[in-house]
């Protein structure tokens, strides 16, 4: 990006409101588990997590089984992990299983849009962005806010404080702009072809939906 001070942000309802942007874009990077296993931990999660090492690698966890993401509540979902691969589901997880089955059916109902859209995850983008170190501070600490917000306008200056200025008066946690910032950042390594690959020859699921996480 020649001019990331002028970078453009907005928050979206739905993703079908993906096809209301102009221009189109050519690449979308979604901290979404995307690809769901029926039997087990996904090998991207896996990979991801030990390329993170401690403590970073605990942001990453096992996205759940295709068959928990219709469960009506969390006791059922862990019960059919146990009952299928012998694990329960994180209540991390469980909390944005609405994001994934909105995620899943729009990606299996809209093929056009399966092609330009990648699962990243930030803090594996951090990592990639500096240097292969992870961040040494818990996003969510001052500190960690710092040297994230810090390595962005590093190599993007003025871009967070653009998408800020676009999303004045409008509800957001602040550390989920800047990991749309990271994933923005791998959304253009995946459009130039630069981008890593978790694993490197992902596996796909029973839909076709590629597991692998990018940056």
């Not at 917000?149 to 200025?165: D, H, M, S």
């Amino acid at each position: 990006m020649n001019q990331p001070g002028q970078v453009r942000a907005a928050l979206l309802d739905q993703l079908s409101d993906l096809d209301t942007l102009v221009p189109q874009p050519v690449v979308v990077g979604v901290d979404i588990p995307m690809g769901l296993s029926d039997t087990g931990p996904r090998d991207c999660d896996r990979a991801a997590r030990a390329a993170l090492g401690r403590p970073r690698g605990s942001s990453v966890f096992p996205a759940p089984l295709r068959c928990m993401i219709d469960a009506e509540d969390y006791p059922e979902a862990c019960a059919i992990g146990r009952a299928k691969c012998g694990r329960a589901l994180s209540r991390q997880a469980w909390n944005i299983v609405p994001l994934i089955r909105a995620m899943d059916g729009f990606l299996r109902e809209r093929r056009d849009w399966a092609e330009r859209i990648h699962e990243v995850h930030p803090e594996v983008s951090f990592m990639v962005w500096n240097g292969g170190s992870p961040m040494t501070h818990n996003k969510k600490r001052s500190a960690g806010d710092w040297e994230r917000a810090a390595l962005i306008e590093q190599n993007l200056p003025g871009a967070l404080a653009a998408t800020k200025r676009a999303l004045a008066g409008q509800r957001y946690a602040p550390d989920d702009l800047v990991d749309a910032v990271a994933a923005f950042w791998s959304a253009g390594r995946i459009a130039r072809g630069q981008a890593v690959s978790m694993p490197e020859a992902p596996e796909r699921d029973a839909y076709g939906l590629p597991m692998v996480i990018r940056a």
